[in-house]
């Protein structure tokens, strides 16, 4: 991916240091881009997938340990990237974190947890981001959404209210920036296997009483017409779609990728 002048275009993926983030920063610096990656783990794995993926790509490739539940830590990530790679022309917003519980028993520390980590951070880093993008008249806004910012699921509050949210935020700043070649978009993933899923199993397990060994099919797959598992390279392409000169007219879309889920 290349601008007018046929530079590598600057990206920033949150939640890159595993699954749809991970696979979505492997194929945005596959096309050509810079990227700064963001997430958790262990440092010495992430600097060796950072080599990794520069090695292959020929850009590069740098990254944040921001812990995004913390705005000031969203705001100096998105200053750190600008520092590191010039000014921001993509932005994903696609880190996190999911609780499965009761409504009635939900932790009041994990409500506050999850609306800061999947919407509150969003907010902060597009507001960083579009200053730039706006005087540039280019910019790429994905939001990593979920089937479950389209429709309810038990258990989950915190979760589907955040990626109704998200949806909300696209829809909004899509409208507010349009004018300025910039669009915004969200993605919707049914099913992927990664860690916030298998995380997930022995908690939906406690809340639904079934074995955990039958959680993944009856809690997941069930639901997807497919009926299989969606590889996270598949809902990577669609945001590298997104991100492309190509997408120019596609702007406060959700974009489901979810395996027929939100058809029935
Ligand atoms: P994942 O657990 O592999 O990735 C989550 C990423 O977010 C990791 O890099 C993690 O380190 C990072 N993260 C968590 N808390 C953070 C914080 N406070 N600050 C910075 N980074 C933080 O799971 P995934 O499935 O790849 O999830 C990526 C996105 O996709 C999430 O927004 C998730 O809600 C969404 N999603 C996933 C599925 C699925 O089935 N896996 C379905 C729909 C939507």
Redesign the pocket.
């Known amino acids: 991916m290349r601008n007018r002048n046929a530079a590598p275009r600057n990206a920033v993926v949150?939640?890159?240091?595993?699954?749809?983030?991970l696979a979505t920063a492997r194929e945005l610096a596959r096309q050509g881009c810079h990227v700064m990656l963001?997430?958790?783990?262990d440092r010495a794995e992430i600097d060796r997938l950072c080599a990794d993926i520069a090695a292959q790509s020929g850009t590069t490739i740098v990254y944040s340990g921001?812990?995004?539940?913390r705005p000031e830590e969203a705001r100096a990530m998105m200053a750190e990237a600008a520092a590191a790679l010039g000014p921001i022309d993509i932005l994903v917003n696609?880190?996190?974190?999911?609780h499965v519980a009761a409504v009635h028993e939900f932790p009041d520390d994990k409500w506050d947890l999850l609306l800061a980590?999947?919407l509150s951070a969003a907010f902060h880093t597009i507001k960083a981001a579009l200053p730039a993008m706006r005087e540039r008249r280019w910019g790429r806004i994905v939001n990593?959404a979920?089937?479950l910012g389209m429709v309810g699921a038990p258990h989950k509050p915190a979760y589907v209210a955040t990626k109704h949210g998200i949806i909300g935020l696209t829809k909004s700043v899509a409208i507010e920036v349009a004018e300025h070649g910039i669009t915004c978009n969200a993605v919707c993933?049914?099913?992927?296997l990664?860690?916030?899923?298998e995380k997930q199993i022995a908690q939906q397990a406690q809340v639904t009483g079934l074995p955990e060994e039958r959680v993944l099919q009856a809690v997941f797959l069930d639901r997807m017409p497919t009926g299989r598992l969606i590889p996270?390279e598949e809902v990577a392409a669609a945001i590298a779609f997104l991100c492309s000169d190509a997408a120019a007219s596609i702007t406060g879309t959700a974009i489901p990728v979810d395996g027929g889920y939100t058809t029935h």
């Open positions: 949150t939640g890159s240091t595993t699954g749809i983030g963001n997430g958790f783990g921001a812990d995004l539940s696609n880190a996190g974190v999911q980590v999947n990593t979920s089937v993933p049914g099913t992927v990664t860690p916030i899923i996270p």
